[in-house]
T-cell receptor, first 112, second 117 residues
Framework: TQLLEQSPQFLSIQEGENLTVYCNSSSVFSSLQWYRQEPGEGPVLLVTVVTGGEVKKLKRLTFQFGDARKDSSLHITAAQPGDTGLYLCAGARIQGAQKLVFGQGTRLTINP | GAGVSQSPSNKVTEKGKDVELRCDPISGHTALYWYRQSLGQGLEFLIYFQGNSAPDKSGLPSDRFSAERTGGSVSTLTIQRTQQEDSAVYLC???????????????FGEGSRLTVL
């Protein structure tokens, strides 16, 4: 049973388009993190959200944590080929917990 | 070193052999994690160390898997009598314990790709 469900699992779009990736759960999380992973490398942290309803922006990336802290989304505006990668959400079930549970990832391809 | 270092980067072994995977975390990071990733999918939690002790080893798939950490630093993941289903990328990460109410950023190594023939 996957605690964190990501959708879509695969997404291929043209440069300049917008997209949204979702991370959903039936469980409440104390915090959620989003990582990006490129081939042959380990995941790298993009953002951490901790408050229900929180919205964080990182240039063309917008992250949102659901009000009930059960879901999160990542929106990319005007996607670029450099955005290509595997996007992973990860959640901590308990406040201050050091164990992160990961979703299965969304493989994003941006075509020039 | 500047980042998390893992070795070997690639390991091909025969079914039934034992393998050891090593992780050298970022200096000063008290928390160390092992995850497994198959076919570019999500990460499967294996075990977590705080210092030299493992408060959570719930993700180890079977008793063929074990891990230890010494000196609050280097960790070794050992897989005995490897099976083909053990083939995956084994990722190590370390983090600071940032205190109550916050989960720290995980810094990952590049992983050890294990292929069991």
């Amino acid at each position: 049973t996957q605690l964190l469900e990501q959708s879509p699992q695969f997404l291929s779009i043209q440069e300049g388009e917008n997209l949204t990736v979702y991370c959903n759960s039936s469980s409440v999380f104390s915090s959620l993190q989003w990582y990006r992973q490129e081939p042959g490398e380990g995941p790298v942290l993009l953002v951490t959200v901790v408050t229900g309803g929180e919205v964080k922006k990182l240039k063309r990336l917008t992250f949102q944590f659901g009000d009930a802290r059960k879901d999160s989304s990542l929106h990319i505006t005007a996607a670029q080929p450099g955005d290509t990668g595997l996007y992973l959400c990860a959640g901590a079930r308990i406040q201050g917990a050091q164990k992160l549970v990961f979703g299965q990832g969304t493989r994003l391809t941006i075509n020039p | 070193g500047a980042g998390v270092s893992q070795s070997p980067s690639n390991k091909v072994t025969e079914k039934g052999k034992d393998v050891e995977l090593r992780c050298d975390p970022i200096s000063g990071h008290t928390a160390l994690y092992w995850y497994r990733q198959s076919l570019g999918q999500g990460l499967e939690f294996l075990i977590y160390f705080q210092g030299n002790s493992a408060p959570d080893k719930s993700g180890l798939p079977s008793d063929r898997f074990s891990a230890e950490r010494t000196g609050g630093s280097v960790s070794t993941l050992t897989i005995q009598r490897t099976q083909q289903e053990d083939s995956a990328v084994y990722l190590c990460a370390s983090s600071l314990i940032v205190g109550r109410g916050a989960t720290g950023e995980l810094f990952f190594g590049e992983g050890s790709r294990l292929t069991v023939l």
